[in-house]
């Protein structure tokens, strides 16, 4: 019977509601009117831009290194920058890794995939390492500080 009674749905109890005291109004004294001075559209005062936050979660396990050549450098004119990235790093992940370290807002991301090459010298050859590499270009006035000054 004791088990009967636990499956069982109690009746729900009715609350009455806890009257409140009344509290009694003081006067009120009767304020001047602040008059706000209105400036001009030209001289309003606008809050700097906030950088974004930035965020590196993931970005050591994509980015390996910023790629500094001198095709490299002349395309930071153009909102381009290289990176070396790891092999099997794709462009959504490379997009994020940006972003998120840098701050930046990426536009497009292209990959080239250097195959490695053979060497010699003399008589020992030996292999030149491939690799992979990523050109991003960025958003219009944004920068990617690549060589600390």
Excluded: C
């Excluded at 499956?7 to 001047?32: D, G, H, M, S, Y």
């Excluded at 606008?46 to 965020?55: A, C, G, I, L, T």
């Excluded at 994020?96 to 990426?106: E, H, M, N, Q, S």
Aim: aromatic share 6%; hydrophobic share 35%.
């Amino acid at each position: 019977m004791a088990l009967k009674d636990i499956f069982k749905k109690k009746a729900k109890k009715a609350v009455k509601p806890v009257e409140k005291p009344k509290q009694v109004k003081e006067k009120e004294t009767p304020k001047e009117p602040v008059l706000e001075k209105k400036l001009p559209k030209q001289a309003e005062v606008r809050p700097p831009q906030v950088k974004r936050e930035v965020r590196n979660s993931r970005a050591y396990r994509v980015l390996k290194s910023p790629h500094i050549t001198e095709k490299a450098t002349d395309l930071t004119k153009k909102n381009q920058y290289v990176f070396k990235v790891f092999p099997r790093a794709n462009k959504s992940e490379i997009r994020k890794a940006i972003g998120g370290l840098y701050g930046v807002d990426v536009i497009s991301v292209k990959i080239i995939n250097i195959p490695p090459k053979k060497r010699r010298l003399g008589k020992i050859s030996g292999w030149k390492p491939g690799y992979k590499k990523a050109i991003i270009v960025i958003k219009e006035g944004q920068k990617i500080e690549v060589l600390p000054r």
